[in-house]
Every structure is written in structure tokens, then in C-alpha cells.
């Protein structure tokens, strides 16, 4: 079973500022990977999950603070690297608690390994999971762990499915 009910599964994945230049923007921290090849990564897991994503990337923080509120219809989960605003805005953790959505944290490098700004986070108080320092797998081991948190929240227990349309809060 699973397969119908995890159809189901609607994820927003948001990409903060500067991710847009993944590819060639510092490789020795972030790699070699584009913003393209990590969202077609994720977007072939989401077909092998079952899960719907809609994927977005902005250098805007009130852009990124109106895409969460706008999650409360029709979302399960968000997956959200919000790169430097992870460690200014609280506009973007209020969001993100107004929607009240499991949302995962991710970064590509492991933001406690580098300079004393960033290893506080803004999210982290409001997500379920931080994901940091695993580079473009990151993401997918995100998606994993949010669909599997999802499921196992709106259904009897089974790991493999059986999700309802209660699971999470949709906003709706
Ligand atoms: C980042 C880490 C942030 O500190 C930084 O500002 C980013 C990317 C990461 O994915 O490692 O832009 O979120």
C-alpha cells in the first residue's frame, strides 16, 4: 500500500539567496553541482516517493516570507535552505511558525565547521530536522526523512505509507 495515499504528499522546496549561482560560486565549499542538477535529483526521488514538489529559489526574503504563507494551502512539508538569511530573519521562522508545516532545514556545508555568524540559526527553533554538511545529498535525504515523518504522522504507523489527508496541517 502506499502508493495512492503517498500521491498524496505535496512538498514546497525553497532555495534562499545565492543558490541560484551553485555551479560556480565558491566550489570548494558548495561544490560543483547547479541549482538545475540538484533540483532534477530531487525531482526524480519525489517521482520514486510519490510525492508532488514544486521547487523555488529566490534572492528575495519577503519573496521567500510570501511563498511559506502561502504553503497553508495545499502543503504537507516544506524543505527550506534559506542560505544567509538562515542567520538573520526572523521574518522567515515567523512564517514558518505561522504555517506551522513540518519544514526541514538544509544546508550544503556544514554551517558549524565555518565562521561564528553562521552557526546560529534563525530556522532551526522551527523545523523539525537541520540536514547540514552533506552537500546536494542533503536535499534528498531531507525529502526522505520529511516523507517518511509525514507519513508516519497522519497514519496508523506504517512506515510504508498509509497517510491520510489529516497528516501534518495543510492549512487548508
Ligand atoms: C548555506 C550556508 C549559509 O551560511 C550561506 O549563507 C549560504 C549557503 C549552505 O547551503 O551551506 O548561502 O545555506
Not at 11 to 19: F, K, Q, W
Not at 20 to 38: D, F, K, P
Not at 101 to 109: A, D, M, N
Amino acid at each position: 500500500m502506499g502508493g495512492v495515499l503517498r500521491d498524496m504528499l505535496r512538498i514546497l522546496v525553497l532555495h534562499g539567496p545565492n543558490l541560484n549561482l551553485l555551479g560556480n560560486r565558491e566550489e570548494s565549499i558548495y561544490g560543483t553541482a547547479t541549482l538545475a542538477m540538484i533540483d532534477a535529483s530531487l525531482m526524480k526521488l519525489g517521482g520514486e516517493l510519490g510525492v508532488d514538489l514544486v521547487i523555488r529559489q529566490s534572492n528575495l526574503e519577503g519573496e521567500l516570507v510570501t511563498w511559506v504563507q502561502e504553503a497553508r494551502r495545499g502543503y504537507h512539508g516544506i524543505i527550506i535552505n534559506p542560505a544567509a538569511y538562515t542567520h538573520t530573519s526572523i521574518a522567515i521562522r515567523d512564517a514558518l511558525a505561522a504555517v506551522d508545516l513540518p519544514t526541514v532545514e538544509v544546508h550544503l556545508s556544514n554551517i558549524y565547521r565555518r565562521e561564528e555568524f553562521r552557526r546560529h540559526s534563525y530556522i532551526s527553533g522551527v523545523a523539525v530536522a537541520q540536514v547540514t554538511g552533506f552537500g546536494p545529498t542533503g536535499y534528498l535525504l531531507a525529502l526522505r526523512g520529511l516523507c517518511e515523518q509525514l507519513c508516519v504522522s497522519g497514519s496508523t504507523g506504517s512506515s510504508g505509507g498509509g497517510a491520510s489527508a489529516s497528516r501534518g496541517n495543510t492549512g487548508t
